[in-house]
């Protein structure tokens, strides 16, 4: 009888638990499941922070804030920078533009405020 693949039965169900592969259990890394939850939590992060930035803009221009707006807008221009900055394998200008998004999406906020 020939001898299945490390982790799978005579089925083809795989199953990390058997007793006879646990030296091959390590191997197997991460991708056995494939959870990637990495790209669901970016997409989050976007779909919020669009909503944010977006409800920035949009209470600016109801109150008639022209510099709130504009810092709104100043903060999405930066993280959409560090977006692409990001894709691009630069942490330190996208840690820059997230640092100067976020000041500009606080200083928004503060003219709404005050």
């Given at each position: ?13 795989t ?22 939850f ?8 976007i ?51 997230v ?15 005050l």
């Amino acid at each position: 009888m020939m001898r299945e693949p490390a982790g799978q039965d005579e089925y083809g169900s795989t199953n990390p638990f058997d007793p006879d592969e646990f030296s091959t259990l390590n191997t197997m890394g991460p991708a056995v499941g494939s959870n990637d939850f990495e790209k669901y939590a970016v997409a989050v992060i976007i779909v919020f922070g669009a909503l944010i930035i977006g409800g920035l803009m949009a209470a600016a221009m109801a109150f008639g804030h022209r510099n709130g707006f504009l810092f709104a807008l100043g903060g999405a221009t930066a993280a959409w920078i560090s977006g692409n900055a990001l894709l691009l394998d630069r942490p330190r200008i996208y840690a820059l533009f997230v640092g100067i998004a976020a000041l500009m999406l606080v200083a928004s906020t503060l003219t709404l405020v005050l």
